[in-house]
């Protein structure tokens, strides 16, 4: 149970934090870097799963206006996430050690699209 001041507080902290172009010019090189990573990396179940680890998906998402206001950001989230087979419908078959897309999708991207 939050009160309404600490509550108006946290949401005038986080609006302030969000007009920092530092802070938005290393999230968008990180996730540069995880996509250049995506595309390169080869295609076994390792490899997806390091990257399923690192992806920040689900924490970007938390904060909504954040990722509404750069759209830039939204951009590279939904290009690492194809990249990584989370918007694939037909899995293909296991070959070689090559991953098979047994991710059904981000969820929350889903959702946010």
């Known amino acids: 149970a939050d009160l309404p001041e600490v509550a108006g507080l946290v949401e005038e902290v986080s609006d302030l934090s969000l007009d920092y172009p530092e802070l938005v010019h290393g999230i968008e090189a990180t996730l540069r870097t995880l996509i250049i990573i995506s595309f390169r990396a080869p295609r076994t179940r390792l490899m997806f799963q390091l990257l399923h680890r690192f992806n920040p998906t689900s924490s970007l998402l938390r904060m909504k206006s954040f990722v509404a206001r750069h ?14 087979g989370a918007f694939d419908m037909n899995p293909t078959d296991e070959q070689d050690g090559m991953y098979d897309g047994e991710d059904e999708g981000h969820p929350a991207l889903l959702a946010y699209a």
């Open 71 to 84: 759209d830039y950001i939204f951009s590279l989230l939904l290009l690492l996430n194809v990249n990584m």
